[in-house]
């Protein structure tokens, strides 16, 4: 069985290109050899003048790899020159050809590599010569048909070309056999020389048949990249859409979900098929399918789902999708209701609705002019669980303005609730705006709260606001001194310290009359005892 299309190593007789494999299709390929040991006279002579003939060195044996060697195929890189073995420092004006990387072609370039990577199909277009694929396209077997298909697909879409004269996607000789094999008796031979078609950008009846059949009647990666194929030539029917929308739950991945996403929306100009599956996924049950849904609509133009997303923003169980529903409206140019009705929510709302419109607040980042006032007031809300929101948002929004940061201050002073305090000095700490009444007071929680839980969070806070200072230092070691003065740890230092005396002792001993008989100092038995330690 024949491999699809390899390429073959070329000769070099010139001396200079010892260090490189040129292949046939020249692709090139870097030795890495062991470095020449003593070196040439270059390495300390000047070099000589461009026009002047340099004599070189007759080199004796072989020099040994130190690795393998790496890719080198100047042909394909941009902006790229190959190394000037002419001794001359010109460049190429052939080398200096300005590829086109085909950035529309993105789209099709993903969903054909895709494809090949869900089928493993590894075989590069960069080692494939025309004379072996050529022999590959009318192979017995079935997968070598198929590779070769594919290895032309993916040329088609990743092949340099020149800006001036853009040359075919395949070789011309290769496109009557891959044309054949869309009548080929085997069908994956068929679906492999359809998607071959679309990425050669000349798609036909019979290409868009069998891409059809095999959205109908699969469910994998061929019926993936079917559907692709036809959305990108303008297919809005509903096996395509549908097709587009159960590859989000299917895959999972994000570059899948940014290319459906991207490819719904390129057709929901032409239907309403895509906004009424969009809305019966709003609908649905699952949460994640929800989710998805909403980000799919905020790449749609112009849906009629605004009132549905609205909805969805106050009323769903699930965070991340009234989150996301959120953020779908204000891309979908709806933020004037969504700011409007946050407004109405912390003014009219109840507790828990208010507490739910400032965490929608801090996830979106948004405060404005006519938002600030009703915000102000939930710091003096009379729930607790709102008064702790407030500042937990503040923090989010990095909030530095005055009125904001003299409400922090305020609950620090005289709010009931500790758990209010923690979050007013930890929303403090992290905007960050350090000013005298907050140094002042910081430590003033430090030295006279009662409550564990927010000395801690002075102590967080002003570790962050990298606060410094004698009066710090002295509360500091007062308190720790305290800490350890108490009447258990003095009992524990006292036992210990007879205890490792009494060790001593037994060990002078047993030592001779010549050793040490008195009693070493405390603090020579603590440092023998946590010596190891």
């Given at each position: 069985m024949s491999v699809a299309g390899i390429a073959k190593q070329v000769h070099q007789h010139d001396p200079r290109k010892h260090g490189r494999i040129i292949m046939d299709n020249n692709s090139e390929y870097q030795k890495n050899l062991q470095e020449i040991f003593p070196g040439s006279p270059d390495k300390w002579?000047?070099?000589?003048?461009?026009?002047?003939?340099?004599?070189?060195r007759l080199e004796k044996g072989a020099r040994r790899w130190v690795d393998l060697p790496t890719t080198a195929d100047y042909s394909t890189e941009v902006c790229m020159r190959p190394p000037d073995y002419s001794g001359q420092d010109t460049e190429s004006p052939r080398r200096q050809a300005l590829y086109n990387p085909m950035p529309e072609l993105s789209s099709l370039r993903y969903a054909?590599?895709?494809?090949?990577?869900?089928?493993?199909?590894?075989?590069?277009?960069?080692?494939?010569?025309?004379?072996?694929?050529?022999?590959?396209?009318?192979?017995?077997?079935?997968?070598?048909?198929i590779s070769a298909i594919a290895t032309c697909a993916s040329g088609a879409v990743?092949?340099?070309?020149?800006?001036?004269?853009?040359?075919?996607?395949?070789?011309?000789?290769?496109?009557?056999?891959?044309?054949?094999?869309?009548?080929?008796?085997?069908?994956?031979?068929?679906?492999?020389?359809?998607?071959?078609?679309?990425?050669?950008?000349?798609?036909?009846?019979?290409?868009?048949?069998?891409?059809?059949?095999?959205?109908?009647?699969?469910?994998?990666?061929?019926?993936?990249?079917?559907a692709q194929c036809l959305a990108m030539e303008g297919d809005a029917s509903r096996p395509v859409i549908q097709r587009l929308l159960s590859q989000r739950l299917v895959s999972g991945t994000h570059s899948d979900q940014e290319q459906s996403a991207s490819l719904l929306a390129s057709i929901s100009s032409k239907t309403t098929l895509v906004h009424s599956l969009l809305a019966e996924d709003l609908n649905c049950a699952n949460w994640r399918t929800r989710l998805l849904a909403c980000k799919t609509i905020s790449r749609l133009k112009n849906p009629d789902l605004t009132n549905k997303l609205i909805h969805l923003m106050w009323n769903d169980w699930s965070g991340e999708v009234r989150q996301m529903a959120a953020r779908?409206?204000?891309?979908?140019?709806?933020?004037?209701?969504?700011?409007?009705?946050?407004?109405?929510?912390?003014?009219?709302?109840?507790?828990?609705?208010?507490?739910?419109?400032?965490?929608?607040?801090?996830?979106?980042?948004?405060?404005?002019a006519k938002l600030l006032p009703a915000f102000l007031r939930c710091f003096n809300d009379n729930f607790v669980a709102v008064r702790k929101q407030a500042c937990v948002?503040?923090?989010?929004?990095?909030?530095?303005?005055?009125?904001?940061?003299?409400?922090?201050?305020?609950?620090?002073?005289?709010?009931?609730?500790?758990?209010?305090?923690?979050?007013?000095?930890?929303?403090?700490?992290?905007?960050?705006?350090?000013?005298?009444?907050?140094?002042?007071?910081?430590?003033?929680?430090?030295?006279?709260?009662?409550?564990?839980?927010?000395r801690i969070a002075a102590c967080e806070a002003l570790k962050v606001l990298r606060v410094k200072g004698l009066e710090l230092q002295h509360l500091l070691q007062e308190r720790f001194i305290q800490r350890l003065s108490t009447k258990s740890i003095i009992t524990d230092k006292v036992l210990l310290i007879e205890e490792l005396a009494d060790m001593y002792q037994q060990q002078t001993k047993y030592q001779g009359e010549e050793s040490q008989t008195d009693t070493p100092p405390v603090l020579q038995l603590l440092q023998e005892r946590y010596k190891g330690q």
């Open positions: 002579t000047k070099a000589l003048p461009a026009t002047a003939h340099r004599m070189r054909v590599e895709g494809w090949r990577s869900a089928w493993k199909m590894k075989n590069t277009w960069q080692s494939a010569t025309i004379e072996g694929l050529k022999r590959d396209l009318t192979d017995l077997h079935i997968q070598v048909r990743n092949r340099p070309r020149e800006e001036q004269h853009p040359p075919d996607a395949v070789p011309r000789e290769l496109q009557p056999l891959i044309l054949r094999a869309l009548e080929d008796p085997v069908k994956r031979v068929q679906m492999a020389a359809a998607v071959c078609q679309y990425a050669m950008g000349t798609p036909g009846s019979r290409a868009r048949k069998i891409l059809r059949r095999e959205l109908d009647q699969g469910f994998g990666a061929d019926s993936w990249v079917a779908a409206l204000g891309k979908l140019g709806a933020g004037r209701a969504v700011h409007n009705g946050l407004r109405d929510k912390l003014e009219e709302g109840t507790a828990s609705c208010r507490v739910e419109s400032l965490i929608l607040v801090g996830q979106l980042q948004i405060m404005t948002t503040a923090a989010a929004l990095m909030m530095k303005d005055s009125l904001v940061l003299n409400q922090l201050i305020h609950l620090m002073k005289n709010d009931p609730a500790w758990e209010v305090k923690v979050a007013a000095i930890s929303a403090s700490g992290t905007i960050g705006c350090l000013t005298p009444t907050l140094h002042d007071l910081l430590l003033w929680v430090l030295h006279h709260e009662e409550e564990p839980q927010v």
